[in-house]
């Protein structure tokens, strides 16, 4: 008896495969939290860091349900209103809410993981002083409004996707709009107490554990394969009956050209902080790494690799340059430099994207790129003013005085993230422990 082999539908398989590779990216980037949890606890001052570590866990909790009701068919709703496309706010919704397929909501997370990206960047501009609330408060705004806007414009068809603006994996989208709204958040709340004297120099306060921000940006640089190879997100293809290879054709240049920006962004810091000090800064090398991943993750899946190198050194050697204008021309306090590595270096990825493209320069895609990076950041800006400053105006923005000095792990959550060092030692039964191990009851 003959014996056939089984026959499968192609499509089955191409949407299995390609199912399985969104998912993989995605979880990828949400471990990305872990690194910027790490990265930012590891620049705040000891007193701070559960502070910083409870934003982060809020910022994924709170944005991704509000993203999941609101923001996601936002982004849709703009979409076809500034790019002239059929749109409808009920299927908007229904369209996340409640889609045709359960599927459909793989391609939702892959969205909102690159959402909360842009939202915690914000947090480390503000550490050390900003109440927990108006953070949150932002937050929400973010994910429900200011984010999906900028996707709307964009990646949803809306009036830049229309010009031709490029942005392969959210370095604009997602990377510069974060760095340009943790900036102007931290300008309308202030530097930290002590920050800046009189005579309007600026006073150093060192994060507490170098250590734990290398392994931040460590876990970031791994995360970003996901951000960027992932985004290559069709796998497989089916033409005339046969699988074939989707957007996967280009995976292989993404995933150089990722390497080639992570790395020549650290030397580029590096290189800078050694001719400007004669000493490498290790945060400047960790940053720098990160800036020049924001550099290319634009145009990753469209670059000569030499370009890769180029914008990816180039964004690491602007880092100290745009931090040290930042610190000491305007006095604003981006505690954990999130506008240089973000920000500027997210913008700087955008425009030189044109004259580093695989199939040459081209002044109309300069034009394009120009018109994407001053929508966004317009609107980011003005955006997060009118936010912070309605909370300022509250008397919201920032702890006290007093709360400050004290610390917002204390004053914001009642607890004392490192208990053994520099407090007494408080026993079980309820007494302390002071020199020589004596125990004091009361």
């Known amino acids: 008896m003959l014996t056939l082999p089984l026959q499968v539908d192609p499509a089955v398989i191409a949407e299995g495969v390609n199912l399985l590779w969104v998912l993989v990216g995605t979880f990828l980037i949400f471990f990305m939290h872990a690194g910027f949890a790490m990265l930012e606890a590891g620049q705040v001052r000891s007193k701070n860091v559960a502070n910083q570590l409870t934003k982060n866990m809020l910022t994924w909790s709170v ?15 703009v979409g076809g209103m500034t790019g002239g496309s059929a749109y409808s706010v009920g299927g908007a919704f229904a369209d996340t809410l409640s889609p045709a397929s359960s599927n459909a909501w793989v391609g939702w997370l892959f969205g909102a993981v690159f959402a909360m990206t842009a939202a915690t960047i914000v947090s480390g501009a503000v550490a050390g002083r900003c109440k927990l609330r108006a953070y949150v408060a932002y937050t929400i705004l973010l994910a429900a409004v200011i984010y999906p806007v900028v996707v709307g414009f964009t990646w949803a068809g809306g009036m830049l996707a229309a010009l031709g603006f490029h942005d392969f994996a959210g370095g604009m989208i997602v990377h510069g709009m974060g760095g340009i709204a943790g900036l102007t958040a931290a300008w309308i709340i202030g530097p930290r107490l002590d920050r800046f004297n009189a005579d309007g120099s600026a006073n150093v306060i060192p994060g507490h554990s170098v250590t734990f921000a290398v392994l931040g940006t ?26 074939v290879l989707g957007a996967f054709q280009s995976v292989g240049r993404v995933a150089l050209i990722t390497t080639l920006g992570m790395a020549a962004g650290a030397i580029g810091a590096g290189a800078l902080s050694l001719v400007r000090t004669k000493k490498v800064d290790t945060l400047y090398v960790a940053n720098g790494m990160l800036a020049g991943l924001v550099a290319i ?18 964004a690491g050697a602007q880092l100290p340059l745009v931090f040290e204008f930042l610190e000491k021309r305007l006095q604003i306090d981006d505690v954990c430099a999130v506008f240089p590595v973000h920000g500027s270096a997210g913008i700087l990825g955008a425009i030189l994207y044109p004259f580093f493209a695989v199939s040459g320069f081209s002044m109309s895609q300069l034009v394009a790129q120009l018109a994407g990076v001053g929508v966004i950041a317009g609107w980011t800006i003005a955006a997060t003013i009118v936010v912070f400053g309605v909370i300022k105006a509250l008397g919201e923005a920032r702890v006290s005085a007093d709360h400050e000095r004290e610390g917002l792990d204390i004053s914001e959550h009642g607890v004392d993230t490192y208990p053994e060092f520099g407090q007494p030692d408080t026993l079980t039964d309820g007494g302390i422990r002071t020199d020589g191990g004596v125990c004091d009851d009361e």
């Open 63 to 77: 944005g991704v349900i509000v993203f999941f009701l609101v923001g996601a068919a936002v982004s849709t709703i």
């Open 218 to 243: 460590l876990i970031l640089a791994f995360g970003w394969y996901g951000f960027n190879v992932a985004t290559a997100a069709s796998v497989f293809a089916v033409e005339d009956g046969q699988l």
């Open 297 to 314: 993750t634009s145009s990753a899946d469209d670059l000569v690799w030499t370009g890769g190198l180029i914008i990816g050194l180039l």
